[in-house]
């Protein structure tokens, strides 16, 4: 193999763990739309799922997130349903500990 290809193919290795590495870092799973309906909006609930279950955004962040992805499916009224659901019951889901670890690795 010439040298070329042989840091090609070291850096696609590195990648890969990498990539191993960060998704082993974050927890992944989701529920869907917990408790309701998906419909046509499971990756507005999963996107919101991983928000929360791994604090990389604010809760708020998250909600407002949620909301505006679900009417970006051109959903009207369910955005506002599903946002006062998650503001009303969501805070006993939402990881803190991981939010202030992620503040602290950011600086912020």
Same mark, same amino acid.
């Given at each position: 193999m010439n040298s070329l290809g042989h840091h090609l193919s070291r850096l696609a290795g590195q990648a890969r763990n990498l990539a191993r590495h960060a998704k082993a870092a974050y927890d992944w799973s989701s529920d869907g739309c917990t408790g309701v309906p998906d419909f046509d909006i499971r990756d507005c609930c999963e996107a919101h799922d991983f !928000?929360? *279950?791994n604090g990389t955004k604010s809760r708020a962040q !998250? =909600? *407002? =997130?949620l909301r505006r992805c679900i009417a970006s499916h051109g959903w009207l009224l369910l955005?506002?349903?599903y946002w006062l659901g998650v503001r009303l019951f969501g805070r006993a889901h939402y990881n803190w500990r991981a939010r202030r670890a992620m503040q602290r690795s950011d600086g912020e």
């Open positions: !928000a929360y *279950r !998250a =909600d *407002r =997130d955005p506002w349903i």
